[in-house]
């Protein structure tokens, strides 16, 4: 063997030590995030869950939910995407029932019974609840066993969305027909000429937005609400007027109607009446705004909000203190000047006009339309408070359309979101109390205060009457003392930027567990991405050492080569097949 072949030999061979260490350097190095992401069990329930829900349902429930499913999809898919998820990438109970709260407001204004959060927690109930007694058990069991053992995909989200949709459809069909037999309408037979369609669709809404229920009523109540309508409902000869609307969108041109061609404009009516209803709570939040304490704070002394009462025959505008405490409208942090405030007002279920056994009929929140805007740029479940402080000035503001401005963040308000990140070890979770809080310091004329859970109990007036056995209106003496204790009273505007001392640290997360998995998730991926560039380090340092070794082999090689002939000894011997040769 050549004296040249002998030193790459010893080259090759330091090499292959080298990259043998790197291993076992790499190995040892990472060997926890290795490990975490060997021991993840990403579960998958293994059947599509709309077959399943077809062996229970019937394939006419399958028809109409598939029907639905492709365009409840896309509507929930932004808040999917950057809501927290499990290990198979799917929403856990309370991430799967916010989304599904805020699917219908946005879609509908329906505040669905079981969705809605009402003061507490997101993991205080599950998102199946909101189904109702009607659906068959084997039908429930199957989604919450989805939901607690797999969490729910987009799909499956969308399919419950879809079979809620089916379930209210079923009910209104089924108040249809009490309408049908009190106005003596045979459901099979007969077809109906316009005239006495319109009059079985206002007796039906006549009740509906009256909160009653159809099928307790009898003939002569629900023909005596319709009767009476007007008295109670002053806007009803516009909601006719949308009436006929929906019912021309749904059956053009027709000249007969029966039960079903009714009842599919019902079903139509029922979907977009809470859209067209929030056209009364634009008038509401205008009037409010037009006599806000100061510019931009989203909030009316509480003389000011009774005085619209007294002097302008505003009369929604009543509520008590207590029942507004509980609603969680009442700014109390100066306690001689209380003011209400404006979007947790208008809100709040005591604005709730019509109900069905499934959901009322509420305020659309404007700042949930502006969360799915955010959600879209983000596409994450939290973010650096750098990056959020871009996306939010680049946004119009959650009611751009109604009358808002584009404006900067104020100081006090970036540092504010940067103590949030830094509560989170450095990204912001947009999906919890404190986010939430500081989008009302950023939008308070939009964006309700969010308070901690358990502190308020938001009802329904007729609700909170039941429970408490007091009536949710002020007494006059109330009123009287509120307004004269506002004249002349007027506390200072703010100059930090901020809308009101409502401030502080405490944090809730809709998914809490969920968002620890993700942060755990990333942190180990973060040692990975280190540990592979101390090896990369360790690897440069040491192929360094291994190429100054070879020149230092070779040169040293070279010398005693030459000097071989002078009586040196040999470094060492080298033997190749009975031959020794200088090394």
């Given amino acids: 063997m050549a004296m040249w072949t002998v030193v790459n030999m010893v080259t090759h061979s330091s ?22 992401l060997s021991d993840v069990q990403v579960r998958s329930p293994g059947t599509s869950i709309l077959p399943e829900l077809e062996k229970v349902m019937g394939s006419d429930h399958r028809r109409t939910t598939e029907a639905r499913v492709a365009n409840l999809e896309e509507a929930l898919r932004s808040t999917f995407v950057s809501l927290p998820k499990n290990e198979r990438g799917a929403l856990r109970p309370p991430a799967a029932r916010h989304a599904l709260h805020r699917l219908f407001m946005q879609l509908h204004g329906w505040q669905v019974m079981g969705l809605h959060a009402g003061g507490d927690t997101w993991d205080a109930a599950s998102p199946v609840e909101a189904l109702g007694e009607r659906l068959p058990d084997d039908a429930r069991r199957l989604f919450e066993t989805r939901l607690k053992e797999y969490g729910l995909d987009l799909h499956e989200l969308a399919v419950l969305a879809a079979t809620l949709e089916n379930m209210v459809h079923a009910e209104a069909d089924v108040r249809l027909a009490a309408t049908f037999q009190a106005v ?6 007969k077809q109906m000429n ?11 809404m006549a009740s509906f937005v009256m909160g009653a229920n159809l099928t307790s009523l009898s003939k002569e109540e629900l023909l005596e609400n319709e009767r009476n309508i007007l008295k109670y409902y002053p ?12 019912q021309a969108q749904v059956m053009p041109n027709a000249g007969t109607f029966g039960f079903e061609e009714v009842s599919d404009a019902v079903a139509e009516i029922g979907e977009q009446y809470g859209r067209w209803q929030n056209s009364e709570c634009v008038g509401l939040h205008q009037t409010l705004l037009e006599h806000e304490e100061h510019p931009n704070t989203g909030r009316i002394r509480l003389g000011d909000f009774y005085g619209l009462a007294v002097n302008h025959g505003k009369f929604q505008f009543s509520e008590s203190v207590s029942y507004l405490r509980q609603l969680g409208a009442l700014d109390e942090s100066e306690p001689s000047n209380l003011r209400v405030m404006i979007p947790n007002w208008i809100y709040g279920p005591n604005n709730c006009l019509a109900s069905s056994g499934y959901y009322a009929v509420c305020c659309i929140d404007v700042c949930d339309g502006y969360m799915n805007k955010l959600e879209r740029e983000l596409g994450s479940h939290d973010a650096s408070a750098e990056q959020l402080l871009q996306v939010v000035a680049a946004l119009p503001e959650p009611a751009a359309d109604l009358g808002g401005k584009n404006h900067t963040v104020p100081p006090a308000l970036e540092r504010r979101l940067e103590e949030i990140a830094e509560y989170h070890n450095g990204r912001v979770p947009i999906h919890g109390r404190l986010f939430a809080q500081w989008m009302h310091h950023v939008h308070p004329r939009w964006c309700p205060y969010p308070h901690m859970s358990g502190t308020i109990a938001p009802r329904r007036a007729e609700e909170q009457e039941a429970v408490t056995g007091m009536k949710v209106a002020a007494q006059p003496d109330e009123i009287r003392q509120h307004m004269e204790q506002s004249e002349g009273r007027k506390s200072s505007a703010p100059t930090d930027g901020m809308c009101s001392s409502m401030w502080s640290m405490e944090e809730e997360l809709v998914d809490s567990v969920a968002h620890e998995k993700a942060k755990t998730s990333r942190e180990h991926e973060s040692g990975i991405a280190r540990a ?3 090896g990369l380090f360790f690897a440069s340092a040491i192929i360094s050492m291994v190429m100054a070794l070879a020149k230092l082999i070779t040169k040293d090689t070279l010398m005693d080569s030459v000097g071989s002939g002078t009586g040196k000894k040999p470094a060492f011997a080298c033997v190749d097949i009975g031959q020794t040769y200088a090394v």
């Fill in 184 to 189: 003596e309408q045979p459901m099979q037979g």
């Fill in 15 to 36: 090499v292959l030590t080298v990259l043998l260490g790197l291993h076992v350097f790499a190995a040892a190095d990472s060997s926890g995030e290795l490990k975490f």
């Fill in 532 to 534: 592979g560039l101390r």
């Fill in 194 to 204: 316009g005239s006495e369609a319109d009059h079985v669709i206002d007796t039906y």
């Fill in 235 to 246: 806007s009803w000869p516009e909601t006719q007027g949308f009436l006929r609307q929906v």
